[in-house]
């Protein structure tokens, strides 16, 4: 066969080559938390491609939630982002408050943020500890749900349930605190507060860990906000967003008087840094350890969230107030709230029409974004860089499925 | 030992000689066999330990300890699977290759004084390389699993030996030199004496190069950090991802073999070998030396003191393990390629410039018998003077067998 | 067929110093079966159609030959050939691995003619070996002076062709009576193989365009413009993409 090839005295075709090769990475793997399935094009260990699959954990939430009522619908948000129940619960809490124009009372106000901060601060436990264990160090994951476990021993006392709570709900939340539950959870607090230390010298400052994370999968500042990334991720970028502050009057209003800083680097420097480990000089803004290490400061942000919810909870007198009713009619129009989940920006959209059943119940999940930026992070790195950037972003597949 | 059993308690020569013979299987064999039961219960224990956990609590009392026979039994019961694409030949046979050459390697191993299952005379040099075909039986097994991910771990396992084995060898070279031998036996006789004789304390530069075969000790038996051929957070399992059953556990009896067999080999090369620190016999004066029933209990003191090293070896590479994360494959490599060869390599000329120079070290009350070379094929009635007579003929000459003393 | 002259090298050479097989100790069971493994395992290596296979028949037959020389006492020899030969064969694994990924069970064929050709020139070889082997005089004659200690002298010695079973004083020849012509055959023979692996593995342009690789069964065939873009780029650019498992490029 004659070919244009046979001209070019240039052309030397070498048989001595390696191939590329194909490689389904999941839906059954140990390190893409859960169902999710790469597709990997590799060339020895350098992955040249990578793309996502999604979509193996769709259980038709959204659509089941236009047949339930709102505060039905709550247990289904458990099941979304299952390691951050709490903060899911609240999303949807307030998407419907923010439609039917409801306000929960001062005690209730108090409570759900010491609740949702609690919740923060084990769904980082869990981000933190998987992280270590897709790096191929098992012990701070152990370490982690050693401390995960209590905080869920406090939130059973609370609502008698471990993982998928519906303990806040439209309206308040569906019971008050049990008896001698702020000093079981203060004392959790002053127990834990040393523990980070030893998180951060088995991860944040360990030799292997930083050379395993550090100027890996960088991600810019433009790249983040163009692929909507939210959260720890967006903040490992460094812009400086966090809703409880920025976020809608209903949800910021949640945090008046709390004082917290935005865990983001500005002019190179994390808020108090002289409580943390100092970055080290191989790391770069946007990197995996950037945004692994704004987890771990947003870990000691909520505890101290905590420590004021549970000051102003206590000064608060009365009752936290009941929940509305399951069968309350939701008013005509439709209402759109992001808060500040753990894992980043969750959305909820709801569209009323004079019933108790919302006519559309709607979820932006944020790993769903922050996943996707996968692809681009990956291109050109090693097989190894892969569970570490997929890792880094924290991702939870009932969240992004739904 | 046939000579005490014949001489000292009377048996018949035969039997003295099976007597002697089962010995030294028996304790290799049980190194291998059953020192992979108790060290991956030890393994479970200490993991557990590290982690705040119990670990198993049940099977067999309270400690558990019979966990590892009810694995065993679990994996003899387990149904064998072979992929459908698999080489089936080399699929079945990968497991065995690689546990052969863990076990072969410790016919070389002294436990004691003369006890040694065969006295090589290049016995260092023959560990080495035996150890290196372990990975002979992981290539297989990736390659025949038909499994991307096991290829991608036999791969990594085959870049990571061959690379780590320059190093290593670097490493094991300067006890070499020290005693002037490859004989293990002699290597761990000239560190008799209390501990500072070890060759770990004879200069700086072997206590730095002990480290570096630490590093590359732990990086040729595939343990973490380097433990990239089964990573299991990349590479589902590597190598053995296909594999089940009792094959699978052939790869772990022999990965716990290897760990055995290279924590022995520093305690031989680097900790004075079945030498205690403080010289317990000698003190006693009892000699290990004597074949009578007093110089046979110092050996077996002498045994339990090399187990119990290696043992403390095969410990410590279990506790990094559960502390460290996993480098990834350009970082091994760099480890290697650019940290422990040139370290390894100048330590090597460091240690060879302290012979030199200072053979008896710095302090004087610690001087220690230098090494000795011998070559001594024709070293035997005539044979020296016949090959020094023909040197003068301009035939082509034998190497004179002449005993090099530094 | 580089394992099998070795291995029949290695036989020969070490036939004469262990004991004869008419004293049928366990010595000579033993050499039988080093024996038996490397000349069987040999063979495997060219019957063979797959190439690590090939690789793992060779491994067996060097290691046999190792066996062999651990016999012969020559233990320093015997490991060497542990590390050397079998870790070399090792590369050589990893390399047929690598080479044959995308297919995993390449085969390698070989015409009927091919075969006859091979079988006759290596046949011839293998004679002319057998010859100049068995002329040499066994060795260890009563009153001879053995050496003293196993070492792998008396061997090196006796593959450049010294008789170092007697005293060099009343050698009558030395330097021609040994092993050396056996030995000089089969390192010619090494040479040849050498020269055609270096043939065969050369580069070399091809007639016809290479076909579509197998990953590209997700995208669309890669059409003839843009596959002459694609050789051009790697004959300008980077000269192969070869070897890459190794190649650590993440940092």
Not at chain 1, 233 to 258: C, N
Not at chain 1, 392 to 399: K, N, P, R
Not at chain 2, 340 to 351: L, R
């Amino acid at each position: 066969m004659a070919s244009i090839l046979d001209d070019d005295p240039r052309i030397i075709e070498f048989d001595v080559r390696t191939d590329e090769m194909l490689v389904n990475m999941g839906p059954q793997h140990p390190s893409t938390h859960g169902v999710l399935r790469l597709v990997l094009r590799t060339d020895g260990e350098i992955v040249s491609e990578v793309e996502p699959h999604i979509g193996y954990l769709h259980r038709c939430a959204e659509k089941i939630g236009e047949n339930l009522t709102a505060r039905q619908w709550i247990p289904y948000t458990d099941r979304m982002d299952y390691l951050a129940a709490m903060n899911m619960n609240l999303g949807w809490s307030l998407a419907v408050e923010k439609l039917m124009k409801y306000e929960v009372s001062e005690k209730a106000r108090h409570l759900r943020v010491l609740i949702a901060e609690l919740g923060r601060i084990a769904s980082h436990l869990v981000g933190m500890g998987a992280y270590g264990l897709d790096l191929g160090t098992f012990s701070p994951f152990l370490y982690a749900f050693r401390e995960r476990e209590k905080i869920l021993d406090l939130f059973e006392e609370a609502c008698g349930a471990r993982l998928t709570y519906s303990y806040i709900t439209v309206g308040g939340l569906t019971a008050d605190l049990p008896p001698g539950w702020l000093q079981r959870c203060e004392a959790f607090l002053d127990q834990f507060e040393p523990v980070i230390k030893e998180y951060h010298a088995l991860l944040t400052t360990n030799a292997i860990f930083v050379k395993r994370t550090a100027n890996i999968g960088v991600m810019s500042r433009e790249m983040a906000i163009d692929y909507g990334c939210s959260g720890p991720v967006l903040r490992g970028s460094g812009v400086d967003q966090d809703l409880r502050r920025d976020g809608e009057a209903i949800y910021t209003a949640m945090y008046d008087g709390y004082a917290f800083e935005v865990a983001v680097m500005k002019n190179g420097r994390y808020p108090r840094d002289h409580e943390y480990p100092p970055v080290p000089p191989d790391a770069v803004i946007g990197d995996c350890w950037h945004r692994f290490f704004v987890r771990m400061i947003e870990v000691v942000q909520s505890m101290d969230l905590v420590r004021q919810a549970i000051d102003r909870y206590s000064a608060c007198k009365g009752t936290i107030g009941e929940p509305l009713k399951l069968t309350e009619k939701i008013p005509a129009g439709d209402a759109y709230l992001e808060t500040e989940c753990p894992k980043g920006q969750m959305g909820f959209y709801l569209v009323g029409d004079g019933t108790a059943i919302p006519w559309r119940a709607r979820a932006r999940s944020s790993s769903f974004s922050n996943l996707s930026v996968t692809a681009d992070l990956c291109r050109g790195c090693l097989i190894a860089d892969v569970p570490a950037i997929v890792g880094s972003l924290d991702i939870v597949m009932g969240e992004i499925d739904r | 030992m046939v000579e005490y059993l014949i001489d000292r308690v009377g048996l018949p020569g035969w039997l003295a000689w099976t007597a002697a013979a089962s010995l030294a299987a028996v304790l290799i064999l049980n190194v291998i066999a059953g020192g992979a039961l108790v060290f991956i219960w030890a393994e479970r224990k200490i993991a557990a330990r590290i982690q705040d956990r119990l670990g198993p609590t049940r099977t067999g009392g309270k400690f558990g300890w019979l966990q590892s026979l009810a694995d065993g039994i679990k994996l003899l019961a387990k149904e064998d699977l072979m992929p459908d694409g698999a080489d089936g030949m080399l699929f079945r046979l990968a497991p065995y290759v690689s546990f052969c050459a863990s076990f072969c390697a410790f016919i070389a191993l002294p436990f004691a004084f003369d006890f040694v299952g065969l006295r090589l005379n290049v016995a260092v040099f023959f560990v080495v390389a035996v150890l290196g075909l372990e990975v002979f039986g992981v290539i297989l097994a990736g390659y025949a699993s038909a499994s991307k991910w096991s290829l991608f771990g036999s791969m990594r396992e085959a870049a990571q030996v061959v690379s780590y084995e320059v190093p290593l060898g670097m490493c094991v070279v300067v006890p070499v030199m020290l005693a002037g031998s490859m004989d293990m036996v002699t290597i761990a006789e000239k560190q008799a004496g209390w501990f500072w004789n070890w060759y770990l304390f004879h200069d700086p530069f072997t206590f730095v190069i002990f480290w570096v075969y630490v590093t590359c000790a732990v990086a040729s038996v595939n343990r973490a950090p380097f433990d990239l051929a089964e990573a299991e957070s990349e590479l589902v399992a590597g190598f053995h991802t296909e594999y089940s059953g009792l094959r699978w556990s052939f790869f772990f009896m022999a990965e716990y073999g290897s760990m055995f067999l290279v924590s022995a080999m520093a305690a031989v090369l680097f900790l004075g070998g079945w030498n205690g620190p403080v010289p317990l016999a000698t003190l006693a004066g009892l000699s290990e030396g004597t074949g009578d029933t007093a110089g046979y209990l110092v050996r077996l003191l002498g045994m339990v003191n090399l187990l119990g090293k290696a043992t403390l070896g095969v410990l410590v590479m279990m506790w990094i393990r559960w502390t460290l994360p996993r480098l990834r494959i350009d970082q091994v490599m760099t480890t290697c390629l650019k940290y422990c060869t040139p370290i390894a390599a100048v330590m090597f000329a460091g240690a060879m410039l302290w012979q030199l120079f200072l053979p008896g070290g710095l302090v004087p009350g610690m001087r220690r018998p230098a090494g000795e070379i011998r070559e001594g094929w024709l070293e035997g009635p005539g044979g020296r003077g016949a090959a020094s007579a023909a040197t003068g003929s301009g035939d082509l000459v034998l190497a004179p067998a002449a005993q090099v003393r530094p | 067929m580089i394992g099998g002259s070795v291995a029949v090298a290695s036989t020969c050479c070490l036939g004469a110093v262990v004991p004869p097989l008419a004293m049928l100790d366990w010595h000579a069971v033993f050499f039988m079966l080093f024996a038996a493994a490397a000349c069987g395992c040999a063979l495997a290596v060219v019957l063979a159609d797959n190439v690590v296979r090939m690789a793992f028949y060779l491994v067996l037959s060097l290691g046999a030959t190792a066996g062999l020389f651990f016999l012969a006492g020559a233990e320093f020899v015997g490991a060497m050939q542990l590390m050397i030969y079998v870790g070399g064969t090792l590369v050589l694994l990893v390399f047929g691995v690598m080479l044959t990924a995308q297919a995993p069970f390449v085969s390698i064929k070989t015409s009927a003619a091919e075969k006859a050709f091979a079988g006759l020139l290596g046949g011839a070889l293998l004679t002319l070996l057998l010859v100049a082997a068995l002329s040499v005089e066994p060795w260890r004659r009563p009153g001879s002076v053995g050496p003293t200690e196993p070492s792998a002298t008396p061997l090196g010695m006796a593959l450049v062709g010294v008789r170092v079973d007697e005293p060099p004083a009343h050698s009558p020849a030395v330097g021609r009576s040994g092993y050396l012509l056996p030995f000089e055959i089969i390192s010619v023979h090494l040479l040849v193989v050498l020269v055609a692996a270096a043939y065969l593995a050369r580069a070399k342009r091809r007639k016809t365009p290479r076909p579509v690789e197998m990953v590209a069964s997700v995208e669309p065939p890669v059409s003839v413009a843009e596959h002459a873009a694609i050789g051009r780029e790697a004959a300008v650019g980077a000269p192969a993409r070869s070897g890459s498992v190794l190649v650590g490029g993440g940092s």
